[in-house]
């Protein structure tokens, strides 16, 4: 079985910093992509940023210049890092990823999520 658990969360002011982070854990056979996604209240869960095995990323345009994921693939271990966050970034942040596990094949895990809430 595969666990995604992600920490980090929290509540923050207006233009301050938070860094999430989520770690695979259990009958991993090889982890390829991981990534982070968000749902705030009442929205589709939207793509936030991702990340290759190799290091190639993709962000949302939303968060451009401002988030940073990376990763160690010695910890199975996914970082984003958000800095000048504003009300527009609150949601329930997601992380997951592309993955073979030894008892079910490829397949894409999710963790549970970790809220976000950036209020003054």
């Known amino acids: 079985q595969v666990q995604l658990v992600e920490s980090g969360g929290g509540l923050v002011q207006p233009g301050g910093s938070l860094r999430l982070s989520c770690t695979a854990s259990g009958s991993i056979f090889s982890l390829y992509a991981m990534g982070w996604y968000r749902q705030a209240p009442e929205k589709q869960r939207e793509l936030v940023a991702a990340?290759?095995?190799?290091?190639?990323?993709n962000y949302a345009d939303s968060v451009k210049g401002r988030f940073t994921i990376s990763r160690d693939n010695a910890k199975n271990t996914v970082y984003l890092q958000m800095n000048s966050l504003n009300s527009e970034d609150t949601a329930v942040y997601y992380c997951n990823a592309d993955l073979i596990s030894r008892d079910s094949g490829y397949g894409v895990h999710w963790g549970q999520g970790t809220q976000v809430t950036v209020s003054s």
């Open positions: 990340i290759t095995r190799g290091g190639s990323t």
